[in-house]
């Protein structure tokens, strides 16, 4: 990747979706007329379920409608066809599971997100910071990814994905972390540093004040690995 | 010369039948001289009814009396995508009341778009006691109490299989029924019922039929709880996930990427709801020994499907959503050389802009690459008449294409003409091809085509397509071999049909809804041609209140032999016959 990644753009860098067509989202335009609390609905879920790691505001949970509604989130996107009745011939077990289904690339579009997240991503050794807009991913593997292609060319060793992967196993943790690898880490609402990657997707976009890409020693130093083990352990 | 065939004693020919399993071969047989005829039916073990009105169940327990096994097929196929309203019909219960009574030893049924209810299922638990399969695909109209039943009496189940059935899921106990002592399971498919089964009761049926080789697991059975169940059944050769995400957790991941190195004849898989592509890894070291992979659920990106895809160097069938992309195809195409089948499935089949990178590239791709490709389902938004060229003469091979272009009359998108030559050469190039569905913008030339060339066509799908009733009339004229056809919204009439009507004596059915076939043109073939079913479909009210020459709604004819139906719901009339008018 090199260079390309680290010039100056105006566009959103390392985030796939600008890399693909925007995707259209089907039934999902019926949420987005509704933004505000299509938000809201997603913190009270996730209070009362075990939450996942893919944020979407269509979960399973909300019934969903199966036409779509004629208020498009784009204005200059066309209203919706009337439909034919049996075209395309999709059968209607298949329609249906698609309907309740998370679809793929629905958080990544930034236009519909009202309260973008941006936070400051700091990396030690680094000359200079970037920002990403958490709300542009739907789980720390995309995250991971996307900041792996930012900071590649300042990594020694392991890209920075392959860190995050690496460190999501617990016992490749401690080698992490003596090595040169880096461990991300936030700075949470508290003020407190934690280790990226404890908590379920959703809770750290929201408490995730800004990143920082230290160096494995120094997490050490920091106290931070005996607590992430600890935890790790506790989760059964 | 010697009259050999009289000197052999029904046993040995009895015997030799035995060999002979397919059906027309059977057919053939049974018309060779009388004896064999009864021979014959004596001990045709397997029967195949593929339109259950087109012969009455009374007719076939009487010539067939030692049946073991039956397969019945009931609504029209469009039934599939709503065109045939509720309430139509194809009904097993007379089916099973009839081999109730005559078929004692009776162990396998097979239904397809059929209505079976929970009184059927009951009737089959007690009536049969050596019952050992039960198949139900598109079916509907029986809920979880049914399959209690079937569960708690069927001892020597050894196939359960619900595909794409509509149950009404009352409660998840019913597999808990079968007895502790039972063991026998090989094949359970649950992939369509909606709500949780009881999951312990689950994994202690899994592990304890050891002969389990087939495992279509439902939406609701978490993640969290694979593993186990691969651990308790490490010989299964077919497996269906149910939904394929959680919490990413380092020691789920291990767990399950360890159970799956343990199923070593792992050959299908199937499920992938919700995935989560952090997990896909969890399936890498199977990827490389599976033949078969549905993914057509799975809504990741491309680059995690390529990532999976790359990787099943065996795979012979995979179904896809579209998210696959052309980028994602063509690695399909340099990597799974042995691909026979493929379906490429809309993920947002009501947008009216491409949400993917997908076009007829990827086809092109794969047609090149795949040189055993042989069955295609392929929904996409544009389409040429030079790609479909290169497909046809890639692919010679084809045996079944099914082309969809989601916007109706989509012309060529590069030279705005219609899309007959290319489907012309298909038809050409593809001696073989049995089934073709059209799309697209097409005239009466691809019409003409079809009939020229498609001489081992059995089954044609036909939407939003042709000019004048020629392009029927070269089909009806044309494909010998036709035996299904079926038509929307297209121009067809009165005249081709009526200049074709034998024809319609030697096919299983023809549909045609939203055309321009006039009443009166269904009231002359009915009237003609007594050993066919003509059914017009209305849901406007009686023909009768309307002109001769108004066309009808939609329009069912099929052969029997066993006259008119007798549970045609209100808005279906039969044409009749001159038989009727005979009598009185």
Redesign the interface.
Known sequence: MGFEETELRLGLPGN?ATE??V????FSETETHDHETATVDLMLNLSSK?????ADPTD?HNTLPKE?TLLPADPA??P??A?????????????N??AV?????EESEKNSSPNPSFVKVSMDGAPYLRKVDLKMYK???ELSDSLGNMFSSFTIGNCESQGMKDF???SKLMDLLNSSDYVPTYEDKDGDWMLV?DV?WEMFVESCKRLRIMKGKEAIGLGLAPRAMAK?KN?? | MPRLAYSFPEEVLEHVFSFIECDKDRGSISLVCKSWYEIEAWCRRRVFVGNCYAVSPATVVKRFPKVRSVAIKGKPH?A????VPEGWGAYVFPWIKAMAAAYPWLQEIRLKRMVITDECLELIAKSFKNFSVLVLT?CEGFTTDGLAAITANCRNLRELELR?S?VEDICGHWLSHFPDSYTSLVSLNIS?LGNEVNLSALERLVSRCTNLQTLRLN?AVPLEKLANLLRGAPQLVELGTGTY???????VF?NLAEAFSGCKQLKSLSGF??V???YLPALYPVCSSLTSLNL??A???S?DLIKLVSQCESLQRLWVLD?IEDAGLEVIAASCKDLRELRV?????????????LTEQGLVSVSEGCTKLQSVLY?CRQMSNAALDTIARNRPNMTRFRL?I?E?RAPDYLTREPLDAGFGAIVEHCKDLRRLSLSGLLSDRVFEYIGTYGKKLEMLSV?FAGDTDLGLHHVLSGCDNLRKLEI??CPFGDKALLANAAKLETMRSLWMSSCLVSYGACKLLGLKLPRLNVEVIDERGPPDSRPDSSPVEKLYIYRTVSGPRLDMPGYVWRMEDDSALRVS
């Open positions: 796939a693909e067509v995707r259209k989202r089907g075990e939450p996942t790691t893919v399973k779509k996107k066309p919706a066809k439909q034919v009745v049996g075209w395309p011939p999709v059968r209607s077990f298949r329609k599971m698609l289904q998370k679809s793929v690339g789980s720390y593997r999501m196993n617990e990657g379920p790790s989760r059964s | 469009f599939d995508f709503n065109l598109s794409e509509e369509c939406r995400s959680t919490e990413m957790r380092p020691e291990a709801w919700d989560l592509p952090s057509s659920y809504t990741i990106q680059s998210y499935f809309p993920s947002d089949p009501f947008g009216l802009e491409p949400n993917v990178a929904f969809c989601i109706p939407a929307r919204d």
